[in-house]
């Protein structure tokens, strides 16, 4: 009876949802249409699916120029690239499609994109032919679970199940490293079984029937959705199981979504898991209408919510009550680079324009000086803390200190690795991992031909995020790649003369250096003073690499001293503009925003210089 009841409670919800689109293409006059958004949606049988579409409905409503088309997969990749062609012959203008599967979409998304605009949801696809994609931080999805988990066992050995997704899904690969990365410093906690149930609430009851005594054996559950957390409930309440904490993702309201459900009590806690629906919709239309400076990555907020949080979950962000400028406390670590000047003068003209009161500190490359900054920040009492972190660790007490007293903190350009992510309200950075493995891919292209290519690397400055994730990334190819050896690394601090000693260095050491990777354009422009200064031809006898896409590298390509230069952006002004007015006005704010960022070879150095934005 009750998976009746419970059908009967998802017709309604479908019935709503068809009468919502029934009454909004009703009310829109065809003269007014001038845009049509297609849908491609993966399935409706999972519940957080049905809000994706409800939410995309309800904000493409706010636009009388927008009809929306929706198709349904039902979980076939062959149905979806078969819905995605019918919508581009009825000629949408805009697709969005939240993939089956990654890996099958990703060639028939490449071919949409290359006509027009294409926005991902929830499952990121291979590469970047897409003009934006949103979703949330799965891997953080499974350490939150992780960390919950942890505090259950109050350091007693616990047995814990884990119920997954579909297991070719990328959400579901990351969400078990989550998992398992959290529970790394806990060997008391063992996972005693790893079962898929494909997202299914019906799936999980019967595997639950299937290993009862495993199940009856565990002392908490995992589910990768509160559909089937609540499978596993439903199973073990016909077993007179009670109080076994189940955790449960996504985290949506209605009923039995996993909000209600851990109100109820029926899950211990569930992890929500924004569908980004109206997001999607809010930024078509800003690329429908040709706004400039978009992002290329939007990763949502998620939080663990339990039912002691459950009442600030459900209350609105307050919106601060401003009849005065805002005020910005900006704390930059230093002025180590052409990158940073251009960032610092980005802030300090987008505040100008959006009429935004800024505070600057520059720390000069101390993390003392920029902690002190941040305090006399709070004690200042201004409304917002805007910092971009020298190093990533040792922020916790000072960043308590801000929430203690009010202030959201936005990290800017790089990240923090803290205990508690709820510390940081955003991340405006780049993709430093992706940075590094373009640089990598380029020079392996660039090489192909070759047998052996010895590399050295200049690092950025040692425990910063973009050093350590851009040696990362460019390590993760160089291993994929038998032709590149990276013989050695020296750090160089992002500083130009820094990278000018790093480079005397690595000549005197090696006999042999076919290419260099440098972490920025003026550890480069160091390393090529070097290089001439040792009889060498940079860009020749020495093939060089590096990040960020200043103007003075686009001089030394064009000179032929340097060869490849992979965007970074430091343009974060307007984004962090928006970003402070947007939490001011009670806006909920992405966990992470990555802008859109490009590779420039040497080829195209004299035609883009004079385009450089910086
Ligand atoms: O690459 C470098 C600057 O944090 C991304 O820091 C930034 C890096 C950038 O000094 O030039």
Known sequence: MSRILSFANKGCLVLLLFLLMLSVSCTKSEDDIRHVIGVAQANLSDPWREVMNAEILAAASEYAEVRVVFSNAGGSSVKQKADIERMIRLGVDLLIVSPVDSRSIS???????????????????????????????????????????????????????????????????????????????????????????????????????EHRSLFEQSDVVFAHNDAMAYGVHRALERYGVKNKPIIGIDGISGPQGGLELVFEGILEATITCPTGGEEAVLRAMDILEHQSGLPKKIILRSSLVTQETLASQSSPIPALRKDSPITLGFAHPGRESAWRLANIKSIGDAAKDEGIRLIEVNANNSQEAQIAAIRSFIDAGVDVIGFSPIVATGWDEVLREARDAGIPVICSDRTVEVSDENLVTTYLVSDFWEEGRRAAQWLKDETAQEDQIKIVEIAGLPGS??????????????????????????????????????????????????????????????????????????????????????????????????????????????????????????????????????????????ELIGTRPY
């Open 107 to 209: 060639p028939v998304i490449q071919d949409v994109y290359a006509n027009l605009p294409v926005i991902v949801l929830d499952k990121a696809i291979e590469g970047y032919d897409y003009s934006l994609f949103i979703g949330v931080d799965n891997d953080l999805v499974g350490q939150l679970a992780g960390r919950h988990i942890k505090r259950l066992s109050l350091g007693r050995p616990i047995q814990v199940i884990e119920v997954t997704g579909d297991l070719n899904a990328l959400p579901v690969v990351e969400r078990m490293e989550g998992l398992r990365n959290a529970l790394k410093d806990a060997p008391e906690i063992e996972i005693i079984g790893s079962f898929s149930a494909g997202w299914q609430r019906d799936l999980a009851e019967d595997l639950t029937e």
């Open 465 to 606: 995020t973009p050093a350590i994730d851009r040696a990362a990334g460019f390590a993760e190819v160089v291993d994929q790649s038998p032709h590149l050896t990276l013989i050695d690394s020296t750090p160089g601090d992002f500083i130009e003369n820094l990278g000018y000693e790093a480079m005397v260095r690595l000549l005197i050491r090696h006999s042999q250096i076919d290419a260099v990777f440098a972490h920025n354009d003026d550890m480069a422009l160091g390393a090529i003073r070097a290089i001439e200064e040792a009889g060498l031809n940079p860009g020749k006898d020495i093939l060089l690499v590096s990040i960020d896409g200043v103007r003075e590298a686009f001089l030394a390509m064009r000179r032929g001293k340097l060869n490849c230069t992979v965007e970074c952006s430091p343009l974060l002004g307007p984004p962090l503009m928006k970003a402070v007015k947007d939490f001011v006005a009670g806006e909920e704010l992405p966990l992470r925003i990555n802008p859109e960022e490009g590779v420039f070879p040497m080829e195209v150095a004299r």
